[in-house]
């Protein structure tokens, strides 16, 4: 049934050459590819697409666009001037066709699926703008700029998915809390893991903005595992769920923006990461101790969720999820203790990002 | 006589007995059964020990700060009680947390959240090793919501 909906509107896009579209292939098939090369254009496509063009581009690129520069880190001059030209504007993004697609076209094992995903990095948006501020207060001149920049980026995410939920989900409510209280029943117990860690390393960094050790603890959750493997491994089974189906053209031009702007997280927390390991190398020892109490909450799961409705199923998640942890430690050149390989073995993902 | 008082050496016995009972088949139900296996895992070999305080109690519930000091072993609870700003604070993890946010636990708002919402705090104790079992934490957090008791209007 899937495959001639699936072949149907491979038809349709190929005869519509429509502007969100261009390829059908897959969600997963990125699995079975590996690492891709990126064209000069392509990556110049990816860099200068606006809010109006950013449909077109393939969320697959975009990932891979990430780690396009983490072996050769940007500085954070670089990664601001960047941001000067990326930001978008949120209230640009028209959800009426993704309302249609929501209530008429999508089912409700898909709808169920995708908000179990979704209602991760609703609030998973919410807390890395709102811890991020005390991450500024020890940083150098330039990357004060950089995460001046972050904070504004996230704020935006926060509203893109409170727009999401109001205008194409239809939850009701006034503020800004009062949605994300509304999509909380969807997010896991296991949130807390990675999130209230989060929250506590923040008040940790409040008490003492220069200790230069809670600071890597603090970047190793939140630029290396938050955002550069969680984020990224579920950003792609929503987006290529989108693709794949040809539904949602507002929220695929709004989370791929907004895909585009954590590449920017991503290679300035991994540069920060470098540097500090550069700077004192005994500072490795604290990304290790970070990961090791990530990784042991990272095997518990409290609900099963059934990716199948967004053509994953849960292996093929865990595995998106291994290559990208694998990818950042690698490129950035973070070597695991033993011991930590073995944790890794038994992690399952946490649905959420930032 | 009802309800103990909130903050009590009643309402720590409460606790005691919420805690070694864990939480409702009702809460239990909503979660996969791995989780709770995971939970009582923690729980059977948890050796460590909370004090958990109100900075600013309520004159009419007793001195300020007050803690509730949780200590665990050998899979159950060794010891449950208030413990006042004059009494020595031994606990592995001295956690805080405003009046309102105990009030607003107590009428039921979510334990995950109370942590994440940064409405309860971790003032001494090593934060990597107390967040390998916190979802243990915030499971027995929610109970300790639970346990009836009275408080000042
Ligand atoms: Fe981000
Ligand atoms: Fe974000």
């Given amino acids: ?354 | 006589m009802g309800e103990p008082l909130f903050f009590s050496a009643q309402w720590a016995d409460a606790v005691c007995g919420a805690l070694t009972a864990g939480p409702s088949k009702e809460h239990r139900d909503g979660k996969l059964p791995e989780y709770w296996d995971y939970f009582e895992l923690v729980k059977s070999a948890y050796p460590a020990s909370w004090a958990l305080g109100c900075r600013d109690l309520p004159a009419a519930l007793g001195k300020c700060p007050a803690y509730l000091t949780v200590r665990w072993g050998g899979g159950s609870v060794t010891e449950c009680q208030i413990t006042g700003p004059d009494d020595p604070l031994d606990a592995t993890y001295v956690l805080g947390m405003d009046y309102d946010g105990w009030r607003a636990l107590h009428d039921g708002y979510d334990a995950q959240r109370t942590v994440m919402y940064r409405k309860i705090l971790l003032e001494e104790g090593n934060l990597l090793e107390f967040f390998t079992t916190i979802y243990f934490f915030v499971e027995c957090l929610a109970v300790i919501g639970t346990v009836p008791a009275r408080r000042p209007t």
């Avoid at chain 1, 990530?294 to 292996?315: K, N």
């Avoid at chain 1, 992690?347 to 959420?352: F, H, Q, R, S």
């Fill in chain 1, 1 to 354: 049934m899937r495959l001639l909906a699936h072949a149907v509107l491979t038809a349709r896009c190929e005869i519509q050459g429509g502007a969100l579209v261009a390829e059908r292939k897959s969600p997963t098939a990125v699995l079975r590819e590996g690492p891709r090369a990126l064209s000069e254009a392509q990556v110049r496509e990816i860099e200068e697409a606006d809010l109006g063009s950013v449909g077109g581009v393939d969320i697959d690129d975009v990932i891979e666009y990430v780690h396009k520069d983490l072996k050769s880190l940007p500085d954070f001059i670089t990664l601001y001037r960047k941001y000067l030209k990326q930001r978008w504007d949120v209230y640009d993004l028209d959800f009426t066709q993704d309302k249609i697609d929501w209530t008429e076209k999508m089912s409700e094992e898909e709808r169920q699926s995708f908000i179990a995903v979704s209602s991760g990095f609703h609030h998973g948006e919410r807390q890395v703008e709102i811890e991020l501020p005390v991450f500024m207060i020890g940083a150098s001149e330039e990357e004060k700029l950089h995460i001046a920049a972050q904070i504004e980026d996230e704020a935006r995410h926060t509203v893109f998915f409170d727009r999401f939920y109001r205008e194409v989900v239809g939850l009701a409510g006034d503020g800004i809390m009062d949605i994300l209280d509304a999509s909380f029943p969807w997010v896991s117990e296991t949130f807390v893991g990675p999130f209230g860690l989060l929250a506590y390393q923040a008040d940790e960094v409040r008490r003492n903005p220069y200790d230069e050790r809670a600071r890597v603890r603090y970047g190793t959750n939140y630029f290396l595992w938050i955002e550069g493997v969680l984020a990224l491994s579920v950003m792609k089974v929503t987006l290529s769920y989108a693709r794949w189906r040809g539904f949602l053209p507002a929220y695929y031009a709004g989370f791929t923006a907004t895909c585009r702007d954590e590449s920017r997280h991503v290679q300035g927390g991994m540069r920060y990461l470098q540097d500090a390991v550069r700077k004192d190398p005994s500072m490795i020892s604290e990304i290790h101790d970070t990961l090791r109490t990530i990784l042991s909450l990272s095997g518990v799961a409290s609900r099963r969720i059934y990716f199948e409705p967004l053509g994953w199923t849960e292996q093929e998640v865990q595995t998106l999820f291994f290559q990208q942890l694998r990818r950042k430690l690698n490129d950035v050149g973070i070597d695991l203790p033993p011991d930590l390989e073995v944790l890794l073995e038994q992690v399952e993902p946490t649905l959420a990002g930032g």
